[in-house]
């Protein structure tokens, strides 16, 4: 286990209780999204903007706790995983200084996921989180964000025992999905994303929601390529995760 961080105190004004009887089982990873760290942390702490997470990292590393783990900070806003909303009442949300794909996105800093692994192995070992159940805030709500993108590390967090991950099959010329497809491969490609916990309806066509969900799916597991087009390589990798999550099975 690496070190944890130094943690600073910064306390934001926006949180409030947990749902009564519900257990924080995800960790959700975000970036900020603006253009500075420092105008990042401000917002998530002032009162007028409604926002909160439980830790902030710099990109140097500096981690800050914003709400207690025991409150239930407003990070996630609208989002369904496996079937449950209200997000925020059974989750730990982890903000990113990063200036997101609006300001120019580029790769995450060393420092700063140095500081995330301990920050997260920390919470890991403090709350009974499974590792498919570590996400990204477009795994929730693939419909409306898209952090923290193509570029995170998923693989270097797994290699340090945080979250769930194999290794994506490689992108292959073959049969693909797309929008506006039909038919009966259309709806066991939506059963399967809605078996490992994305929140898409079992319909006949291949529309803008279910894009949504492969490219959610591809910044997070197919790196290579998010196109939204459910090519081999994306419905082979989804089925081997699918496969190694405890009581699933195959799909």
């Known amino acids: 286990m690496v070190a944890a961080p130094a943690i600073e105190q910064h306390p934001s004004p926006n949180h409030g209780p947990r749902a009564p009887g519900v257990r924080v089982d995800i960790l959700l990873l975000h970036y900020t999204g603006m253009k500075t760290a420092e105008g990042a942390l401000s917002w998530l702490s002032d009162p007028r903007s409604e926002v909160s997470s439980h830790y902030f990292i710099f990109e140097d590393g500096r981690t800050v706790q914003l709400v207690d783990e025991e409150r239930r900070a407003w990070h996630a806003g609208r989002g369904i995983w496996a079937g449950e909303g209200d997000i925020n009442s059974r989750s730990i949300g982890i903000e990113l200084a990063h200036p997101g794909h609006e300001h120019g996105y580029r790769a995450f800093a060393a420092p700063q996921i140095a500081a995330l692994v301990a920050l997260s192995q920390g919470i890991l070992a403090r709350h009974p989180i499974p590792p498919e159940r570590v996400l990204a805030h477009s795994d929730v709500a693939p419909d409306r964000k898209e952090d923290p993108g193509e570029l995170f590390p998923w693989q270097v967090l797994h290699a340090a025992g945080i979250g769930h991950w194999v290794q994506p099959e490689p992108v292959v010329a073959g049969s693909v999905l797309k929008r506006g497809d039909r038919g009966g491969g259309v709806s066991d490609l939506q059963h399967r994303f809605r078996q490992y916990g994305y929140a898409i309806d ?35 990798t989804l089925d081997r995760l699918i496969a190694t999550v405890p009581g699933r099975g195959t799909a």
């Open 202 to 236: 079992e319909e006949s066509d291949f529309g803008p929601v279910t894009e949504a969900v492969v490219v959610a799916f591809q910044r997070h597991f197919r790196q290579a390529r998010f196109d939204g087009v459910a090519d081999v390589s994306t419905v082979r």
